[in-house]
């Protein structure tokens, strides 16, 4: 009886690891996007972290869709980021 549901457990514990293998992690993002001027944002300072954090990705979403709803996001959150 113990079998069927530790088997299931492995497959999903399986599953769900290889789901998060190929996200980037800020750091790895920076690294191999230097047109996401990073340098320029305190990336040491963990005080501001979400706030530069959002700002980053929102920028990197903005490489594949550079709309003008999209810019206008980018300038708030660089606002809120500067605010912090």
Not at 24 to 47: F, H, V
Request: aromatic share 8%; with cysteine.
């Amino acid at each position: 009886m113990k079998l069927p549901y530790l088997l299931s457990a492995l497959v999903a514990t399986s599953l769900l690891s290889g789901c998060f293998e190929t996200r980037k992690n800020t750091d790895q993002l920076c690294e191999n996007e230097p047109s996401l001027n990073c340098s320029s944002l305190n990336i040491n300072d963990g005080q501001c972290r979400i706030a530069r954090t959002d700002l980053i990705w929102h920028r990197y979403e903005m490489l594949d869709s550079p709309s003008e709803n999209n810019q206008i996001k980018d300038y708030h959150l660089l606002k809120e980021y500067r605010k912090c």
